[in-house]
């Protein structure tokens, strides 16, 4: 049925039966209900049927005037208490009194609308009649809805949100701003916000941050204490909200806990500052190295051309010892750089401490209480037995030195499984099988300004004269180089502990630590090519292999021995030749020779780090290596292992 006009339903008002002074009121102020900006329903005094509905309510419904006139009053409405709805609705009308109440409208189209239905009783021309008024509430429940969502999203969402207004005071918080502060929703709301910025340190509140957020927007980093007064580090962002005029009415705060991160990239920075001090290190270590090989070899040969009862003899003896003094602190050198040739095993470390302990003991004071706790079931580790001894030594005399008055020392051992919550504060550190190494003592401890130097090399609390500053590189390299981990915790006056991670390997064998022989081993003739490209060190060792008993020809570069080899190559039983020289290396050079001689020997030397022999392929199984600088008597023992093997 097509829909009636309005005019057509005052109509329908004027001429049907009974009732017909209430149809010829309505009909008399309908172009007055139409002036209204919202919906109104007339209904009779006793809520029967409804009377007239203004254009309002037709155009929000899409019924017609002729489908809504006449209808009960609440079919047009879903009611869900209805009986609770007409004990109000009754009451008010007889009342007198306004109500109000929020319903779902029936429409045409959609099925429920959302109204707010203000009923009231009214007189007109002395007929009592309920006038409700109707107001859309679509556009409020949306927009309610769409708040709810985003003040369920805001509370939800990992960043910590606040809303402050021009005075500081904090309207809103997010659960993110709570976790990060530690406080109830009751204890923050209302309160100023620069209470929880107090500490910032050079951000004064009021001075920096809220200008500066009023103008546009402010961000920065800083320090902060949560309600449990642990400090944390915080990345606060604020932007100023806006209303039409362009004025700002409140300020929104964005903060992030960057402790994580900053204690990371604090990490990182240190790490790439020791790789920087070790790559320094080394450098220096290498170039030592050549000189001391010479230093050290024309010692000990002069040794043999002095008399006991000499008076040279004291001053001889003064110059070896700071010379094996040079060589030491250039080992450790090359040791923390990470670029010491290392000779690693399968290790029990639990038989390592116990074979060390009568020296342990040896090296600490009787007020020190020596306590070892090793794990039964220890796995094995991989790693150079010598070098794990000299971690063991070297902190054992840091714990001793850490106790003038006496404490105790515990050495532990144990098994550990590193996973990803490791990882995740430690992204060095690989997610597997462990063995933890903790050396603790109960001595006078450090400040936080002394741990973060405590590996540098050449770095020392000690008087001067009582340390060299590079026990502790030393252990921090060897671990580094072992694949492992070393961490130090320390409080002034609290002892410290240094807690070292070897990964774990699966073997069924472990290798023992054996003695070597104190014994110079000679020569029987045989003959040796010598190529070195440095003319004192290349003096030396001819020098050396013929107090030995060898035969030797020199070269200068992998030219010359390789014409030698081709005149001489029936009586040369081995080539030691340095490893970089200029032109051919001599990697190249033992595979030049070998290929027309494969069972002649070779043996290789190097000052260089073991990047560089690394980069030259040396670290192959199989070849032979002796590392700068030596003494005749261990590159004596070396030819005797190469030419017994």
């Given at each position: 049925?097509?829909?009636?006009?309005?005019?057509?339903?005052?109509?329908?008002?004027?001429?049907?039966?009974?009732?017909?002074?209430e149809?010829?009121?309505?009909?008399s102020?309908?172009?007055?209900?139409n002036?209204?900006?919202e919906?109104?329903?007339?209904?009779?005094?006793?809520?029967s049927?409804?009377?007239?509905a203004?254009?309002?309510?037709?155009s929000?419904?899409?019924?017609?005037?002729?489908?809504?006139?006449?209808?009960?009053?609440?079919?047009?409405?879903?009611?869900?208490?209805?009986?609770?709805f007409?004990?109000?609705?009754?009451?008010?009308?007889?009342q007198n009194?306004?109500?109000?109440?929020?319903?779902?409208?029936?429409?045409?189209?959609s099925?429920f609308?959302?109204?707010?239905?203000?009923?009231?009783?009214?007189?007109?021309?002395?007929?009592?009649?309920?006038?409700?008024?109707v107001?859309?509430?679509?556009?409020?429940?949306?927009?309610?809805?769409?708040?709810?969502?985003?003040?369920?999203?805001?509370?939800?969402?990992?960043?910590?949100?606040?809303v402050?207004?021009?005075d500081?005071?904090?309207?809103?918080?997010?659960e993110?701003?709570?976790?990060t502060?530690?406080y109830?929703?009751?204890?923050?709301?209302?309160t100023?916000?620069?209470?929880?910025?107090?500490?910032?340190?050079?951000?004064?509140?009021?001075?920096?941050?809220?200008?500066?957020?009023?103008?546009?927007?402010?961000?920065?980093?800083?320090?902060v204490?949560?309600k449990?007064?642990?400090?944390?580090?915080?990345?606060?962002?604020?932007?100023?909200?806006?209303?039409?005029?362009?004025q700002?009415?409140v300020?929104?705060?964005?903060?992030?806990?960057?402790?994580?991160?900053?204690?990371?990239?604090?990490?990182?920075?240190?790490?790439?500052?020791?790789?920087?001090?070790?790559?320094?290190?080394?450098?220096?270590?290498?170039?030592?190295?050549n000189?001391?090989?010479?230093?050290?070899?024309?010692?000990?040969l002069?040794?043999?051309?002095?008399?006991?009862?000499s008076?040279?003899?004291?001053?001889?003896?003064?110059?070896?010892?700071?010379?094996?003094r040079?060589?030491?602190?250039?080992?450790?050198l090359?040791?923390?750089?990470?670029?010491?040739?290392?000779?690693?095993?399968?290790?029990?470390?639990?038989?390592?401490?116990?074979?060390l302990?009568a020296?342990?003991?040896?090296?600490?004071?009787?007020?020190?209480?020596?306590?070892?706790?090793?794990d039964?079931?220890?796995?094995?580790?991989?790693?150079?037995?010598?070098?794990?001894e000299?971690?063991?030594?070297n902190?054992?005399?840091?714990?001793?030195?850490?106790?003038?008055d006496?404490?105790?020392l515990?050495?532990?051992?144990k098994?550990?499984?590193?996973?990803?919550?490791?990882?995740?504060?430690?992204?060095?550190v690989?997610?597997?099988?462990?063995?933890?190494?903790?050396i603790?003592?109960?001595?006078?401890?450090?400040?936080?300004?002394?741990?973060?130097r405590?590996?540098?090399?050449?770095?020392?609390?000690?008087?001067?004269?009582?340390?060299?500053g590079?026990?502790?590189a030393?252990?921090?390299?060897?671990?580094?180089?072992?694949?492992?981990?070393?961490y130090?915790?320390?409080?002034?006056?609290?002892?410290?502990?240094?807690?070292?991670?070897?990964?774990?390997?699966?073997?069924?064998?472990?290798s023992?630590?054996?003695?070597?022989?104190?014994?110079?081993?000679l020569?029987?003739?045989?003959?040796?090519?010598?190529?070195?490209?440095?003319?004192?060190?290349?003096?030396?060792?001819?020098?050396?292999?013929?107090?030995?008993?060898?035969?030797?020809?020199?070269a200068?570069n992998?030219e010359?021995a390789?014409?030698?080899f081709?005149?001489?190559?029936?009586?040369?039983?081995?080539?030691?030749?340095?490893?970089?020289?200029?032109?051919?290396?001599?990697?190249?050079?033992?595979?030049?020779?070998?290929?027309?001689?494969?069972?002649?020997?070779?043996?290789?030397?190097?000052?260089?780090?073991?990047?560089?022999?690394?980069?030259?392929?040396?670290?192959?199984?199989?070849?032979?290596?002796?590392?700068?600088?030596?003494?005749?008597?261990?590159?004596?023992?070396?030819?005797?292992?190469?030419?017994?093997?």
């Amino acid at each position: 049925m097509a829909a009636r006009t309005q005019t057509e339903g005052l109509d329908y008002l004027k001429v049907s039966g009974n009732g017909n002074s209430e149809k010829e009121i309505v009909r008399s102020y309908a172009h007055l209900f139409n002036l209204f900006p919202e919906g109104v329903l007339v209904i009779n005094e006793d809520a029967s049927k409804i009377l007239y509905a203004n254009n309002f309510i037709l155009s929000l419904t899409h019924f017609t005037l002729e489908e809504i006139q006449g209808k009960n009053f609440l079919d047009l409405f879903h009611i869900p208490d209805i009986h609770s709805f007409l004990e109000y609705f009754s009451f008010s009308v007889k009342q007198n009194e306004s109500s109000v109440f929020e319903l779902l409208m029936k429409g045409r189209i959609s099925q429920f609308i959302p109204v707010k239905l203000t009923v009231s009783s009214a007189k007109i021309d002395g007929q009592k009649f309920i006038v409700c008024s109707v107001s859309d509430q679509s556009d409020y429940k949306r927009l309610e809805v769409e708040r709810n969502m985003l003040s369920h999203a805001l509370r939800q969402v990992n960043e910590g949100l606040s809303v402050f207004d021009l005075d500081g005071r904090i309207l809103f918080v997010n659960e993110a701003f709570l976790d990060t502060f530690g406080y109830e929703k009751e204890e923050i709301i209302g309160t100023s916000i620069e209470s929880l910025f107090a500490s910032a340190g050079q951000y004064d509140f009021k001075l920096h941050i809220l200008p500066a957020s009023l103008k546009g927007g402010w961000n920065g980093e800083f320090k902060v204490k949560r309600k449990d007064n642990k400090e944390i580090t915080i990345f606060l962002s604020t932007s100023p909200v806006k209303d039409n005029e362009d004025q700002p009415v409140v300020v929104v705060g964005v903060i992030s806990d960057i402790t994580l991160r900053k204690q990371l990239e604090e990490q990182l920075r240190h790490s790439q500052k020791m790789e920087a001090i070790g790559q320094l290190a080394g450098g220096i270590a290498h170039d030592f190295n050549n000189l001391l090989t010479v230093i050290e070899g024309y010692l000990d040969l002069l040794q043999n051309l002095i008399k006991k009862e000499s008076k040279l003899t004291a001053y001889f003896m003064q110059i070896k010892k700071a010379t094996d003094r040079a060589v030491s602190l250039t080992r450790q050198l090359l040791t923390f750089s990470r670029r010491q040739i290392l000779q690693p095993k399968i290790l029990d470390i639990n038989q390592n401490i116990k074979d060390l302990s009568a020296m342990l003991e040896r090296l600490i004071s009787e007020n020190i209480e020596l306590i070892t706790d090793l794990d039964s079931g220890i796995w094995p580790i991989k790693a150079d037995p010598h070098q794990v001894e000299q971690v063991i030594m070297n902190l054992i005399v840091n714990a001793r030195d850490a106790m003038p008055d006496g404490g105790k020392l515990i050495i532990s051992t144990k098994n550990i499984h590193l996973d990803s919550s490791y990882n995740r504060l430690h992204p060095n550190v690989k997610v597997g099988d462990y063995i933890l190494l903790s050396i603790s003592d109960t001595g006078i401890g450090m400040t936080p300004e002394v741990r973060e130097r405590i590996f540098e090399p050449f770095f020392t609390t000690k008087e001067k004269g009582k340390g060299t500053g590079l026990g502790l590189a030393t252990v921090y390299g060897i671990v580094k180089q072992s694949n492992g981990h070393i961490y130090v915790y320390s409080e002034p006056g609290k002892g410290t502990t240094f807690k070292i991670y070897f990964p774990a390997v699966k073997v069924n064998h472990v290798s023992k630590n054996n003695k070597r022989k104190n014994k110079t081993a000679l020569g029987n003739g045989e003959g040796i090519l010598v190529v070195e490209d440095e003319y004192l060190v290349r003096e030396l060792i001819l020098d050396s292999l013929k107090n030995l008993g060898y035969h030797v020809w020199e070269a200068s570069n992998a030219e010359q021995a390789l014409k030698i080899f081709q005149e001489h190559k029936e009586k040369i039983d081995l080539v030691l030749s340095d490893l970089i020289m200029p032109g051919m290396n001599g990697k190249k050079l033992m595979e030049t020779i070998q290929k027309e001689a494969p069972d002649l020997q070779f043996l290789i030397m190097s000052g260089y780090d073991d990047n560089a022999i690394s980069k030259h392929g040396l670290l192959e199984e199989g070849i032979n290596y002796i590392s700068k600088p030596f003494s005749p008597k261990v590159l004596a023992e070396k030819l005797q292992e190469v030419f017994r093997n």
